[in-house]
């Protein structure tokens, strides 16, 4: 059993023990069950924005501990403050040391897209996603069969949650897009062996067809990777431990976005 497989069964077994806990009623009490959903399309794809989508998360399966002691409160509200479009916040807590409280800390201080990264299996967690304040939910092609996701999606859209796609080969992409998705995320790390490839993005972008968002995901940790991906027709960029395994996450992603939009200005005059 790979590591991907052994969270899913894990998942599964979460979501049963939750909502004999938390019944979907109490749920679709919550104050944000009812909120209007703030677009990650239409701040991904804003020109005056970054594209970027900064992730708060404490640690990995691959790496352990990143960040143990970083503040959601302090890095969102930084990361935001430094220029990212959005925000991807992980809310498993088994292997990635989050949990529903630092998703709902994000909204208090956050006008912004918020996604919520977990491994999506059940309806369950889409209405719970709603009810904690996110705009937008991750479905992963290698987590669920084309039938089940597709359903997820649509359930999803019939909350106004926005619907992330997260592939990582050609033959996911083929067998799971569907017209309930809005963006599209190619993953460059590998699940099962966790090697990153900048080529995996670069080799599927021009099989994603024109009216979904296009997302880089892993691996991004110098400004001129962005131009590389931009150049390509890539939307957005999804970077996490580049920033969180940072002293100050926010500084990190300030700098980082800072040297961004100095590239962005240099080939704007280049090219007048």
Not at 45 to 62: Q, V
Not at 86 to 93: N, R
């Amino acid at each position: 059993m790979n590591i991907l497989e052994k969270i899913i069964a894990d998942k599964y077994r979460e979501v049963a023990d939750k909502s004999s806990v938390l019944p979907i009623k109490l749920l679709e009490q919550s104050i944000y069950f009812e909120g209007k959903v703030v677009s990650m399309k239409k701040y991904v794809t804003n020109p005056e924005k970054s594209g970027i989508i900064a992730e708060f998360k404490r640690k990995s399966p691959s790496k352990g501990m990143i960040n143990g002691s970083a503040s959601v409160e302090q890095v969102s509200i930084g990361y935001m403050q430094a220029g990212a479009s959005a925000l991807s916040i992980l809310t498993d807590k088994e292997y990635f040391g989050g949990s529903n409280e630092d998703l709902k800390v994000v909204r208090k201080y956050n006008f912004c897209p918020i996604l919520r990264k977990d491994f999506v299996v059940d309806e369950y967690q889409i209405i719970e996603a709603k009810s904690i304040g996110a705009d937008c939910i991750l479905l992963i092609a290698a987590a669920l069969d084309p039938g089940k996701l597709k359903s997820l999606a649509a359930f999803a859209k019939s909350l106004g949650l926005e619907v992330l796609l997260e592939v990582h080969d050609g033959e996911e992409l083929d067998r799971c897009l569907n017209d309930h998705v809005d963006l599209v995320g190619i993953n460059n790390r590998n699940l099962k062996t966790f090697e990153v490839s900048l080529d995996t993005s670069l080799n599927l972008i021009n099989k994603i067809p024109s009216n979904f968002v296009k997302i880089s995901e892993s691996g991004i940790s110098d400004p001129n990777t962005i131009m590389e991906l931009k150049k390509a027709g890539f939307e957005g960029f999804l970077i996490g431990e580049n920033f969180i395994k940072s002293a100050r996450p926010e500084q990190a992603a300030y700098n980082f976005i800072k040297e961004y939009r100095k590239l962005l200005a240099a080939a704007v005059l280049s090219k007048a």
